[in-house]
T-cell receptor
């Protein structure tokens, strides 16, 4: 089954304790991205990756890091989490870069609910 | 970057009625406009999309219309059913970034 898998689904941590949220897709997609969802703000893009070893900032990258060492994996790293990073996080992938004349839809994982105390 | 505004934030309709959700965008270079449905506890899923070379697209009870001159696009759901209750997001990719509206919570009352 084609899917985007995020782990963990729920995570409670304390301020300053480094954490990683994993994301993996089995569709051989070039494009992967991370979003955070907050009430009233919709989905905001954190980072995206056009392909292996190619990553770039989205609209809200502060406090986050990513890496793309393999095509299928795109982990999100919070090196020193703070309470304002409490949110619902989504990973997504797509078969083509969104900036091309043909655009294909994003496929989302089921989310990771992060609480930082 | 792109600015996407979505209205209304909540919408309550009676089963069988129609629902309309509207979005506006700011960058005239945007040329692809998807709509996503998010059910409780799940990630958003694409329900319909439209590209700028067409003005309307329909898929059974769902349709999307696009007015490039006015920079707005709308989602139309006819004959609503309780399973249509969810949060709906519009989006407007711009180059390699994806911009979403703030979401509309649709409640279909039986």
């Amino acid at each position: 089954e084609a899917q985007v898998t995020q782990n963990p689904r729920y995570l409670i941590t304390v301020t300053g304790k480094k954490l990683t949220v994993t994301c993996s897709q089995n569709m051989n997609h070039e494009y992967m991205s991370w979003y955070r969802q907050d009430p009233g703000l919709g989905l905001r893009q954190i980072y995206y990756s056009m392909n292996v070893e190619v990553t770039d900032k989205g609209d809200v990258p502060e406090g986050y890091k990513v890496s793309r060492k393999e095509k299928r994996n795109f982990p999100l790293i919070l090196e020193s989490p703070s309470p304002n990073q409490t949110s619902l996080y989504f990973c997504a992938s797509s078969s083509r870069p969104q900036g091309s004349s043909y655009n294909s839809p994003l496929h989302f994982g089921n989310g990771t609910r992060l609480t930082v105390t | 970057g792109e600015n996407v505004e979505q209205h209304p934030s909540t919408l309550s309709v009676q089963e069988g009625d129609s629902a309309v959700i509207k979005c506006t965008y700011s960058d005239s270079a945007s040329n692809y406009f998807p709509w996503y449905k998010q059910e409780l506890g799940k990630g958003p899923q694409l329900i319909i999309d439209i590209r700028s070379n067409v003005g309307e697209k329909k898929d059974q009870r769902i349709a999307v219309t696009l007015n490039k001159t006015a920079k707005h696009f709308s989602l139309h759901i006819t004959e609503t059913q309780p399973e249509d209750s969810a949060v709906y997001f519009c989006a407007a990719p711009n180059f390699n970034k994806f911009y979403f509206g703030s979401g509309t919570k649709l409640n279909v009352k039986p």
